[in-house]
């Protein structure tokens, strides 16, 4: 994920989470600190009070603190002025202290859990709503795949607005929506009430889920992204998992209300955990603030009116004390100094939006690899999401569950996740090792996720065959969770791919693979019936066991071959001579 629709997420990420190249530039390399310094303009005080503004163009190196403004200045002709000290809430994300970067992050991650948390806690009331609204079971789900369409549109339009104006205020706008969605759902007496409250709902998690992945890559390099990530989407495992488990207790001890009334409360503690401890991560947005600031600043230097050393601090503008040169005096600066932000990012409209859409359908139907991942991480993710609907329908019909006992069951979601997830750490360093050369590629990304997916089509037929009244209840249950490591290293695998090949066009082979991700999540729900109800337990896992096993040729083509596929594609690799923001659509 980039930043804007990879999710990430992990994702992250986020936040995440990917369009145009202003997000690899805000959020990937190490090379925006450098600072293109301008020729030398003649010595200030040679000009004349009407003579224009000095325009001085400044990058994201700006941020960093080797930067030094005094420099920048004396190559400009511009001396013997009092030098401001910058407010650290302008340094750049990437030099921000590791326990800053936790702080910051942990509102964003937290959120996508319970963004997690809302689409499994849907499933668990089902039985009750369905007989008081006198509707079936497959109908109800529809609710799961509105949600999830919730999740499909709204990143393709508040990604580009995040990219261009900062994370910080779509995730809080994005939790009052949430908040708003999930009150709709406590309080509706209808099921068209339900399914608004849904979507609303969707569209405001979505960003946590989306944008998650995109805030981690804004503070982290590459190479520092695998914890990030890795925890980030064991959060998201987490909530997937805790959904049901906590809402199945909730459903047999205080109403089916309460499912949505305590995601409130939830939703309140994480609205103010963003609100007081997430700082924008964006160096785009970042740099904008710091020139606006410094031009303040030198403004009132070049005011005769307005004492430098008295301007206010507001806030998002840069504290400033005059630390170095003299004390100006009446008159002392005789033109004014601007600085504008050396940015190269397409301007926020209807073109932008439309580009958000389009270019990831392009790489969608002309590159083979955004393809076939997105076909094998949408069938894991689907997998996913038919899990709420299965696990109940299939617990309570053979071994006569209730709603507390089908919740617990998602424990095994929570215990697979974290397993993978911890495999996924720990297991890096080695291979790192061990292959160095194969590790320094994308396709190094693909080595343990070969055998890890494995596990997603061996879980699909131990749990269908092993689903049986002669069985223990726990066979199954051990069987959700070997699914759940499966799809656990197809979700990371497909995002640290995409993110390794695809470099600043990532962000939108990310948004392809998340549309088609979510769009057949939101259709499993609907067939989950179909699939668990009129076929066998047996047939119908080894019906989905088989398509996972096909899948599986994604990983190992590309392990084998990726470096071939890359360099056939104009987008992929090291080749960067396409200039998407230039670039005419079909």
């Known amino acids: 994920m980039s930043s804007h629709r990879a999710e990430n997420a992990p994702d992250a990420i986020d936040a995440e989470v990917e369009h145009p190249p202003a997000e690899e530039r805000g959020g990937d390399e190490k090379k925006t600190g450098s600072l293109e310094q301008p020729p030398p303009h003649a010595p200030f005080g040679a000009s004349t009070a009407g003579d224009g503004p000095i325009d001085i163009p400044i990058g994201v190196g700006a941020l960093n603190q080797s930067f030094s403004l005094s420099d920048l200045l004396s190559s400009r002709g511009v001396n013997d002025v009092p030098i401001p000290e910058a407010d650290p809430k302008h340094g750049s994300p990437f030099e921000w202290t590791r326990r800053k970067k936790m702080l910051v992050l942990n509102a964003p991650i937290l959120a996508a859990m319970i963004s997690a948390y809302a689409s499994g806690a849907y499933a ?45 205020w779509v995730f809080v706008g994005s939790g009052l929506v949430f908040w708003l969605g999930t009150l709709g759902c406590a309080v509706t007496n209808s099921f068209a009430g339900m399914l608004v409250g849904r979507f609303v709902t969707g569209c405001g998690a979505s960003v946590y889920a989306t944008l998650t992945g995109g805030a981690i890559a804004d503070v982290c390099h590459k190479e520092d992204r695998n914890l990030p990530m890795a925890l980030y989407a064991v ?120 580009r958000s859409f389009a270019f990831p359908l392009r790489l969608l139907t002309t590159e083979s690899v955004v393809f076939w991942f997105s076909a094998w991480v949408s069938f894991a993710w689907a997998i996913l999401y038919m899990q709420f609907s299965s696990i109940g329908l299939v617990f309570r019909a053979t071994y ?57 089509p061996i879980g699909l037929f131990w749990f269908g065959w092993s689903a049986q009244v002669k069985a223990h209840w726990i066979a199954p249950t051990i069987a959700i969770g070997a ?49 668990w109800g009129d076929l066998s337990y047996g047939v119908a896992g080894s019906l989905l066991g088989a398509i996972a096993i096909v899948l599986m040729a994604v990983p190992w083509v590309l392990s084998l071959f990726g470096e071939k596929i890359r360099a056939r594609s104009p987008f992929a690799g090291d080749i960067k001579v396409v200039d998407y923001s230039n670039e005419e659509l079909p």
């Not at 695998?493 to 999540?521: E, G, I, K, P």
């Open 235 to 354: 959060t998201i495992f987490s909530g997937v998992g805790l959904g049901p488990l906590i809402s199945g207790v909730i459903v047999d001890r205080a109403g089916w209300r309460w499912v949505f009334y305590h995601q409130l409360i939830l939703l309140a503690a994480a609205s103010l955990n963003i609100i007081f401890f997430l700082d924008e991560t964006r160096s785009n947005v970042l740099l904008k603030r710091k020139c606006a600031a410094l031009n303040k600043y030198f403004d009132a230097l070049y005011d005769d009116s307005t004492p430098a050393s008295s301007q206010p601090g507001e806030k998002g503008e840069l504290t400033v004390i005059p630390t170095s040169g003299p004390t100006r005096s009446t008159g002392g600066l005789r033109r004014r100094i601007h600085f504008t932000p050396e940015l190269d990012e397409p301007e926020l409209g209807i073109s932008l939006l439309w």
């Open 483 to 531: 699914c759940t490591m499966g799809i656990f290293s197809v979700y990371l695998a497909v995002f640290n791919y995409l993110a390794d090949t695809y470099h600043q066009y990532s962000s939108s082979a990310q948004a392809a693979q998340s549309m088609c991700r979510n769009l057949l999540a939101g259709i499993f729900p609907l067939v989950t019936h179909l699939l």
């Open 124 to 168: 668990m009331p089902s039985h009750i709503l369905t007989e008081k609204w006198d509707i079936s079971a497959p109908v109800f789900n529809i609710g799961i795949t509105i949600f999830v369409a919730g999740f499909a549109v709204s990143p393709l339009i508040l990604a580009p607005i995040s990219e261009v104006y900062g994370r910080y």
């Open 400 to 456: 006569n569950f209730n709603s507390t006992q089908v919740g617990a069951v998602y424990v095994s979601v929570i215990v697979g996740a974290t397993l993978s997830g911890t495999l996924s750490i720990l297991i890096q360093p080695t291979l790192h090792r061990t292959f160095p050369r194969r590790m320094a590629t994308p396709e190094g990304r693909l080595l343990s996720a070969c055998f890890e997916s494995m596990l997603l």
